[in-house]
Structures are given as C-alpha cells and as structure tokens.
C-alpha cells in the first residue's frame, strides 16, 4: 500500500496554535529517585512502570469547537505493581490548575520538556491498594509532531476552525502517542484502562466518545454528553469528536460476546457526499464477515465518526475515526478489523504494532474474498510491493518504520503464510483462538508470545514458516493459498 494521503494542506487549515506555558509548581520536598518510565524501545520516556491506571473519569468542556481552547477534570483510578512514592503521568496538555488524591489537594509539578506531570501523593500507593487522582486543567492541548508521519501531523487533540459556512469541530488522532496532549494518563499501549467520557458543548453541537452513550443532559445554553467504554481500551484508541453531526442509529447486530447485541450509530458531518456515506452501508455485513474468522466483536457498539481535514484515518475504540479522502470501503473494513487487533488485542510494546496493522491490511484481502474477489491476487500485489520497494523483519527498530509498507504488508502476508501453511478451517480457529487469549488479563500481545502462540496452536513447522516471515531481512516467496 502507498502511503494513503498528503497533510499538508490539511495542517494549515488546522491552525493550530502555540501550546501555552504551563506555570510551574514547586515541590515542597527533594523528589525521590526518578521514576522509572515503562522503556518503550521506540518511545523511551512514555509511562510509568509499576502504575496501573484502571479507569479515566473524564470530563471535557469544549465551549467554542473550531478553536483549540478546552477544559478537563480527569479522576484517574490507579493501582500499582510496586510501591510508588510518586506518580508521574504523561501530559502535555493545558495548564493544571488543581490536583487532588482521594479528594485532597497534593503537591505536583508539570515539566514540559519531559512532558510529564508529576504527583506527590500523601503516602506511597501501594500494590494491593487503589487510589483516586484527580486532575483540573483548561487552556491549550500540547503539540506533539508525529515522530513516523514526514509530514507535520500533530498527534492528538484536533481542531478544525469554523468557515465556509461550516461549524468548528475538534476530534483526536492520538496513534502513537497524542492521547497526553490534552488527557494526562499513563500513556502507553501495555496500561489499557475503562474510559467513562462526558462531554460538555454549546448547545446545537453532538458530542461523540468511545463506549455506549449514557445519556444527554441539555442546560443553559450547553449539552452534556456521557458515554461508557467497559472494556479496556488502549489510550491511543480514545476517540472525542464535537460537531453538529448528524447521527445514524441502524439495527443491533447481533456478534457481540455470547451472540450480544451490538449497537450501530455512525456520525456525519453536515453536507457530507453521499459517496461516503455508501462507503459505510456494508458495515453490518463486514461486521459479520470479519465476526466470522476472529470471533465475537469484542465491543458493545460500533460505527464511524467522519471528519474533514485530509488525515489519515484512525481506529478510535467503537467509533472509528474517517476523514472524508479515507473513506471507502477498503479502510472501513481495516479500521473495523483494528476493533479486534490493535483494541482488544493490543501491542505490548510499539515495535509490535505490525500485528496490529498487519492483521487489519489482512481483513481487506478477506474481505475482497467475500465479495467474490481474488484473495491471492490481492496478496501477490503486496509481495510485488514489498519486491520492489524493499523490506526488513517486521519488529520496528525505529518510530519512521511504525507504520511503512513492512508493517502493513509484509504484517499481512505473515497471516497469509500461516494460512497457506494450515488451511483456512485451522487458520479461522486460531485467529478466534489469538482473540481469546490475548485480549484477556492485560488485553496485549508481544512479538514472541504471538509466535509461541504459534507453535502451540499450529505446531512447530507452522511457528518455523511464520518465523521468517517475522525476522529474516530478505523477502520470503508468495505464500499460496488456493
Ligand atoms: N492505525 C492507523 C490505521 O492504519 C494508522 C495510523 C498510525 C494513524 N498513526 C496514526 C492514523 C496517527 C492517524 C494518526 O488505521
Ligand atoms: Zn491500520
């Protein structure tokens, strides 16, 4: 696949603004020994080891959409694996004005250079304990350049400015590390965590989260909005979106976990071309097409949020992010694979993030097949690519090979050569089978846990084929299946 889309253009009608300064608070006290971050090797600063957040209570109050401006209250609920003196988020957001633990203010201190805001609780948090940390902030979200896009793109918090006609509109696009732009939060793919999102705008904007809406509340001249996401969620994949959307409710399908329902809404911008809306009128179908070889959808609702700067698209939790030049039918269909691959299943680390990508490019070649097309055909022009753009073993040593062609297409022949190697029945078994086991406990997957996955599921000749797939630098040959 090419590199999907041009920013450039789009990033001037951002316009995006200056972060502000973020006033300093002393600490009373010498800090500790620094604490220890969570060593990413593509991302060496993001997290904290040893915290868990379990849970973000989030409430966001945009009062102009279409400028930069925002106000949040977050209480986090954190535990710990070790004993912590001191919790240290990642943010790199609006200026703090309040932070509270169990309730009671304790001292913090921001540094924007490491990005990161750091809490000094009462006493140490404890494994076996939980805490509530409670944060204020308002004024401008951080701006953090996408360290794999050339192109500007700013990760994170979106505006997009009134004109034309047209209402503002604020959005995220927060995949690797953006979420901490305006939410400070442990901001890592290994610390998934539940998200309860209320959203507060000027009355006439819709606000849209990830999770099951939880009600509307309309005062003075605001609505609030509330939305629940009980299973956990990478912070990456958090989706916010305010505009005067048009909201779609469509039937339940029923693919849930246990045959559940899930609920269908999609959100449409005013005036949006009927062409894309047609790129979303087979999601019930691609629902259950995909339901079929990874097993349950592993969330309670489903359906896309369209923007209109020119970006890339975005698999933001039960609310796939689509600006209007990504949306087909081919990335509606990848986007949904990530609810399964990338949400439920998550990279422990982002050198992993090929399973990810890999495993959604695979479900545009599955897809293709449903609707009669050549599947092989469709795999042999990823290898072509591959031949002639040249590729290295899937683990990304650096942030600009996070989402090359190697992620995506060799990521997706790997699926293709286990396929060939196992058939399609042994093949269906194990992706359900992949779901189930790594979307419970922690919800991650490594690199070697996968192919030790592998060789339990399918054998040691199966974990052989796929082991070159996954570290030898040269191309292996087209996998075949007929
Ligand atoms: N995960 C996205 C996809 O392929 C691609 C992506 C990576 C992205 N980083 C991003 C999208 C940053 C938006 C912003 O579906
Ligand atoms: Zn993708």
């Known amino acids: 696949m090419r590199r999907p889309f041009s920013l450039a253009l789009s990033l001037l009608a951002l316009g995006l603004l200056t972060a502000a300064p973020v006033p300093a608070q002393p600490a009373p006290r010498a800090p500790a020994a620094p604490a220890e971050t969570l060593r990413d090797p593509l991302f060496p600063g993001l997290g904290q080891a040893g915290l868990d957040v379990r849970h973000y209570d989030l409430h966001l109050t945009v009062s102009e959409p279409g400028t930069r401006a925002v106000r949040g209250v977050v209480t986090l609920t954190l535990a710990s694996t070790r004993p912590l003196a001191q919790v240290r988020l990642d943010f790199l957001g609006p200026g703090v004005t309040a932070v509270r633990w169990n309730d009671r203010a304790v001292p913090f201190r921001v540094d924007e250079r490491a990005a990161k805001l750091t809490v000094t609780p009462p006493a140490p948090l404890r494994p076996g304990t939980a805490a509530r940390l409670t944060v204020e902030y308002a004024g401008t979200p951080g701006e953090r350049a996408d360290p794999d896009f050339p192109t500007p ?4 918090w979106q505006a997009v400015p009134a004109g034309d006609g047209r209402a503002g509109a604020i959005f995220l696009l927060s995949e690797p590390n953006g979420t901490h732009t305006f939410l400070p939060s442990n901001d890592h793919p290994s610390d998934k965590a539940t998200f309860i999102t209320r959203v507060t705008v000027p009355r006439g904007y819709v606000a849209a989260a990830s999770g099951v809406e939880a009600g509307r509340v309309d005062a003075g001249g605001t609505s609030t909005f509330t939305f629940s996401q009980r299973e956990p969620i990478p912070t990456y994949a958090l989706g916010v979106f305010v505009d005067r959307f048009e909201r779609v409710d469509g039937a339940a399908v029923p693919v849930g976990v246990g045959g559940r329902a899930v609920a269908r809404r999609d959100y449409f911008p005013p005036g949006v071309p009927g062409t894309v809306r ?38 933001t939790a039960t609310l796939s992010t689509l600006p209007l030049n990504m949306s087909t039918e081919r990335v509606a269909v990848h986007e949904l694979a990530h609810q399964w691959f990338g949400n ?4 422990a680390q982002w050198p992993d993030v090929w399973l990810s990508e890999g495993l959604a490019a695979y479900a545009e070649l599955l897809w293709t097949e449903h609707l009669g097309g050549d599947g092989q055909a469709y795999a042999a022009r990823w290898h072509a690519n591959l031949t002639r753009a040249g590729t290295r073993p899937l683990a990304a040593t650096r942030t600009g090979e996070l989402f090359d062609l190697t992620t995506y297409q060799r990521g997706a022949l790997t699926f293709h050569a286990l396929r060939a190697e196992i058939g399609d029945a042994a093949f269906r078994d194990f992706l359900r089978a992949y779901v189930t086991r790594f979307s419970a406990g922690p919800g991650t997957v490594s690199t070697p ?10 054998g040691a000749g199966a974990e052989g084929a796929v082991r070159r797939w996954v570290e030898e630098r040269a191309l292996p040959p087209l996998p075949v299946v007929r």
């Open 153 to 156: 793109l700013l990760l994170g």
């Open 449 to 458: 846990a996968f192919l030790a996955f592998v060789r339990e599921r399918a």
């Open 344 to 347: 439920a299943v998550t990279p």
């Open 278 to 315: 047609e790129a979303f009128g087979r999601t019930d179908e691609a629902l259950r097409v995909l339901a079929e070889w990874f097993g349950p959808y592993p969330f309670a609702a489903y359906g896309v949020a369209v923007v209109t700067p020119r970006l890339p698209a975005l698999e």
